[in-house]
């Protein structure tokens, strides 16, 4: 038997794996969250009613009452401010990446990963460890991803930040607030890989060893391999039959485990696995189209996931 040939990792596997990672872990936390507010005596604002599509924030009127009750959207619960913020920073990003030197941002990015991952593995941990231990486990973490990259120990990090990311946001906002904005990303997604801004921005990402994804490897072996600023940026050049490692977005697996969090605060865990599965089906669906129809051409995952995302949610209600 070929030992090489038998090590050798599907990137369609491994993605199905670390979606499937990030949505358990994400359903783990939420499930504890309500539990660790009340038991700690910290209040965050109801979910809201999850057939209200706040788009804007609004406020009580000057002439309410006394004693009369309002409801209200707050500013973070609301569409509308989460499109802007979203699509500000991608310009934003790009912009900074296209008139700044990389030597300029390489620490400065590093050193914004490096929190972001550190809490992510903080609020992975807290609902069930001490506040302290859970801060020093995350630091060192956050540090030693700061220090030596290593492929295995970034994934590790990317999977427990966007599982946080999801759990936590999906505690804030309903449902189809969820759903719409995934589905805008996705519209985003498609026209920004079919156009190359999206591939533009990882090149330029790459170059300072930042690059918001998952790394697969063909080799198992090469888990241990460290992610040098160039070697990724030789990656993220070459072409994807060429390359030693498939890259796969973190916002492929973000904003699914986003909507499943924010499905299991308005429905509950059947609906949320329900919801889990149908995007699931969808990463598989773009692994498909990409190897069946575009023979490996660069493919947007968040379409299919989108779509049958909200076939799942129609079901769900």
Known sequence: MNIKR????????????????????????VSRMNPFLEENNIYVAPQGDPEIISIWPSTPPSTTTPGEVVTTTPFWTSLGPMLIYFFVVIIVMGLI???????????????IFAVLFA??????LVFWTPFAISLAVAAV????????PRIWLHNLMMLLAMASLGAVFGRMI????????????????????RFGYML??????????????????RFASEWKDSLEAQSVAEMAEREPPDRDFSILGGGDIGFPVLLASSVYFAY????????AGFALGGIVAAYLIQTLVLKGKPMPALPPIAALSLIALFIVR
């Open 6 to 29: 038998f090590l050798k990792i599907r990137p369609a596997h491994w993605a199905v794996l670390f979606f499937v990672l990030a949505q358990s872990i994400a359903l783990f936390i």
């Open 97 to 111: 990446l296209y008139f700044i030197p990389m030597s300029a941002l390489k620490r400065v990015f590093r050193v």
């Open 119 to 124: 809490w992510g593995v903080f609020i992975a």
């Open 141 to 148: 973490a956050g540090l030693l991803w700061l220090i030596t």
């Open 174 to 193: 309903i449902p189809w607030q969820a759903m719409i904005l995934l589905l805008v990303i996705a519209v985003y997604d498609f026209f920004a890989v």
């Open 200 to 217: 533009w921005l990882a090149n330029s990402m790459s170059k300072i060893n930042t690059l918001p994804a998952f790394f697969i490897p």
């Open 268 to 275: 509950g865990i059947s609906s949320a696995l329900l919801v």
